[in-house]
């Protein structure tokens, strides 16, 4: 099956001329702007930081078209207790239906006559396996003001507060 000009768009004519019949594609691209507040896929074009969709077209006899498949897409963020860089990528499994008048209530895509445009899908995909809080590592100290982090052999002690500014606080009562 050969491509679209669009890195998503897949021409679905030999589908068309055999219903009920599986072709397997993998399309891949950059998907400028998808971020949450924490994480976001970079869209600087290099072929490393590509989403990538391996995904199985199905045209049913009805005429609605199913993709069933993975995708995977690097991200990138900062950790939620140290603030330092993460990177990581992120899959997501899919089985999703195309057809010619979508559900208005987003249950299914758009379908062209000779062409499917698989973007809205993987960018809906992408957005909803991006970790919402990462880490850098599963056991990150951060900046945690219950636990302060102390360098083993510093003279600080544990029942001192990190930064001075929060010293006041401590004296706070709720009564």
Known sequence: MTRGAAPFVVPIAELRRTPATQHHVE??????????????????????????ASLTLELLVDGRLT??????????????????????VAEAAVREVFESHPDPDG??????????????MIRDATLLALPLAPLCRPDCPGPDPEHPVVVEGSEERRDTPVDPRWASLRDLRFD
């Not at 399309?27 to 990538?52: C, E, F, K, T």
């Open 107 to 120: 249950e299914t895509y758009r379908l062209e006559q000779d062409r499917v445009d698989l973007e809205p």
């Open 27 to 52: 399309v891949r691209g950059s998907l400028p702007g998808l971020a949450l507040s924490s994480a976001h896929v970079p869209d600087d074009g290099v072929a490393d930081n590509d989403v990538i």
């Open 67 to 88: 993709a069933t498949g993975t995708i995977r897409a690097p991200w990138q963020g900062s950790c939620r207790r140290c603030l330092g860089d993460v990177r990581g």
